[in-house]
């Protein structure tokens, strides 16, 4: 990452992408009369807009870099927590549902842990801390629900 702006343009552009992604897996599954599912996809799409709305307003005085979808350069061909989502049965069950949700929010994680890592920015390193900490917050949050359905 060269600065904030395009720190920041990344996150939101993960957490709109994972938006999409999760609202397009609820209305699949809904139409699919897989009710349990599909409330759980539009919890996560609302999660993930919140986490969306979060990032922008961090955005305060910087003005977002306009980026092309090209010229954002992933770990993978999509956003990270997209990326995960990509292939997901809309009749698939709870427990999968879930581990779909953990992948994908583990991804998260891992790109945002990675920028921590690798940065020499103060700024950058901050935000990068404040948004791995809260990846790793919905990796438990998931993880947990998986434990209590498993029992």
Known sequence: MESVDEFLAYACKLEQE??????????????????EVAD??????HYSQMHYQ??????????????????????????PEAAAIWGADPLMGVQEAMRLAL????????????????TSDPEIRAMAQE???EEAEHVEAIQRWIVRLAA
């Open 40 to 45: 759980f996809f539009a919890q996560m799409a």
């Open 18 to 35: 994972a938006v999409l992604r999760f609202k397009e897996l609820a209305e699949a599954a809904k139409t699919h009369g897989n009710k």
């Open 131 to 133: 948004f791995t900490e």
């Open 54 to 79: 979060q990032a922008k307003e961090r955005c305060g005085f910087h003005d977002l870099p306009e980026m092309k979808p090209q010229d954002f350069q992933w770990p993978e061909m999509e956003s």
């Open 103 to 118: 992948d994908a929010e583990t991804r998260g994680y891992e790109f945002y842990k990675s920028i921590l890592d690798s």
